[in-house]
């Protein structure tokens, strides 16, 4: 099955400075993956997401690559602000519709310092 | 509109017993899956539900089991409780015919197993 890893677990940053998480998936058939953001006591919610038939996607200050060869995404957070303090998980599945399976890394805390 | 909708919030069960947790989809959803997140990890896929069946099962043993009723609304059940299964569960729901392809996740309940 689905195995993803994520770096780093943890993650401090000065307000301002953008932050990088990388993740690696195993399973060469997935081609969907999802960022979530989960604070604390909180449901994940989902910030962003790439297919694998696009390379790069930004959303305002958040943005996701992909590297199908070398099976791997990121999640960059440019201009960080003290409420992306939180913990972010990524995640990969092989999307079928809309019936599939999530298989998420264990997860970033960030910690954005004011 | 109501999002994900899960109950209890909080629960504490003693080894052996068994235990039901309810989730009611976002409206307009078909699809539940359920995960669960162990303190400090990231969430694992349980099973998920569709038209009252099972169509995808994760790597969790037979106390675990569901149901989907035909309001969509769905539960999960776990017998012979083990410290172990004190985690986090969470509900998310989709519409498997959606393009959209991000899950909605409930707030989750807190399952403490003494």
């Known amino acids: 099955g689905e195995n993803v890893e994520q770096h780093p677990s943890t993650l401090s940053v000065q307000e301002g400075d953008s932050a990088v998480i990388k993740c690696t998936y195993s399973d060469s058939a997935s081609n969907y993956f999802p960022w979530y953001k989960q604070e604390l006591g909180k449901r994940p919610q989902l910030i962003i997401d790439i297919r694998s038939n696009v390379g790069e996607k930004k959303d305002q200050r958040i943005a996701v690559t992909l590297n199908k060869t070398a099976k791997h995404f990121s999640l960059h957070i440019t201009e960080t602000q003290p409420e992306d303090s939180a913990v972010y998980f990524c995640?990969?599945?092989?999307?079928?519709?809309?019936?599939?399976?999530?298989?998420f890394g264990k997860g970033t805390l960030l910690t954005v310092n004011p | 509109d109501a999002g994900v909708t899960q109950s209890p919030t909080h629960l504490i069960k003693t080894r052996g017993q068994q235990v039901t947790l309810r989730c009611s989809p976002k409206?307009?959803?078909?699809?539940v899956s359920w995960y669960q997140q162990a303190l400090g990890q990231g969430p694992q896929f349980i099973f998920q539900?569709?038209?009252?069946?099972?169509?995808q099962r994760g790597n969790f043993p037979d106390r675990f089991s569901g149901h989907q009723f035909p309001n969509y609304s769905s539960e999960l059940n776990v017998n012979a409780l083990l410290l172990g299964d004190s985690a986090l569960y969470l509900c998310?729901?989709?519409?498997?015919?959606?393009?959209?392809?991000?899950?909605?996740f409930g707030s989750g309940t807190r399952l403490t197993v003494v």
């Open positions: 998310a729901s989709s519409l498997r015919r959606s393009r959209n392809y991000g899950y909605t």
């Open positions: 409206s307009g959803h078909d699809t």
């Open positions: 995640a990969a599945s092989f999307s079928g519709g809309s019936n599939y399976k999530l298989t």
């Open positions: 539900y569709y038209e009252e069946e099972e169509r």
